[in-house]
């Protein structure tokens, strides 16, 4: 089964540039899709099919995916962006989600 | 506005039955695809299954498949999840999500969570 590939955790300096990454095999033939979790919250959708952003999702938030790795992107960080981050995709019938990345704003 | 309801979660005894409910509102339920999607306590996210808008395909995560069975009633905007066999294991907040897209015979982004109801499996 596909599997995909995130770090634990990320540290980022406060109004710096935080890059979370997805691991999976070809996944730039995939569509990647990102989440932001709050908790004791559901899931938003901060990215979708690799670099498009739904409405009301700053532009701080871009996303990228090349060969093994997909990317999420989060310029000029912020205290409230201290959470935790999921990439996605769809595979052979299934829908397949990264461990979940908890992104520190020091 | 766009609302997706769950209900029906709770304690059951491992071995043991429950149905979950999703009821829908603020868009054309019927056009898009769904999916169930659960977080044990402190754990990530995990996929337990899809259905296309017709009703007429799902999808299980193997952890599931075979125990659960997942259906939609559009004249209710309704979606149920059929959870038989119950393990520690299957404990967890169950959310419901919808497709960004509509009409896909595949899951996509998910753009709607609902926010979601706790499953717990003790005895």
């Known amino acids: 089964s596909y599997e995909l590939t995130q770090p634990l955790s990320v540290s980022v300096a406060l109004g710096q540039t935080a890059r979370i990454t997805c691991a999976g095999n070809n996944i730039e033939s995939k569509n990647v899709h990102w989440y932001q979790q709050k908790p004791g919250q559901a899931p938003v959708l901060v990215i979708y099919r690799d670099n498009n952003r739904p409405s009301g999702i700053p532009e701080r938030f871009s996303g990228s995916n090349s060969g093994n790795t997909a990317t999420l992107t989060i310029t000029r960080a912020q205290a409230g962006d201290e959470v935790d981050y999921y990439c996605?995709?769809?595979?052979?019938?299934?829908?397949?989600f990264g461990g979940g990345t908890k992104l520190t704003v020091l | 506005e766009v609302q997706l309801l769950e209900s029906g979660g709770g304690l059951v005894q491992p071995g043991g039955s429950l149905r979950l409910s999703c009821e829908a509102s603020?868009?054309?339920?019927?056009?898009?695809?769904m999916s169930w999607v659960r977080q044990a306590p402190g754990k990530g996210l995990e996929w337990v299954s899809g259905i296309t808008g017709s009703g007429g395909s799902a999808y299980y995560a193997d952890s599931v498949k075979g125990r659960f069975t997942f259906s939609r009633d559009n004249s209710k905007n309704t979606l149920y999840l059929q959870m038989n066999g119950l393990g520690a294991q299957d404990t967890a907040v169950y959310f419901c999500a919808k497709n960004r897209e509509e009409a896909m015979a595949t899951m996509d982004a998910f753009d709607i969570w609902g926010q979601g109801t706790m499953v717990t499996v003790s005895s």
């Open positions: 603020g868009f054309t339920f019927s056009r898009y695809a």
């Open positions: 996605q995709v769809w595979d052979s019938g299934g829908v397949v």
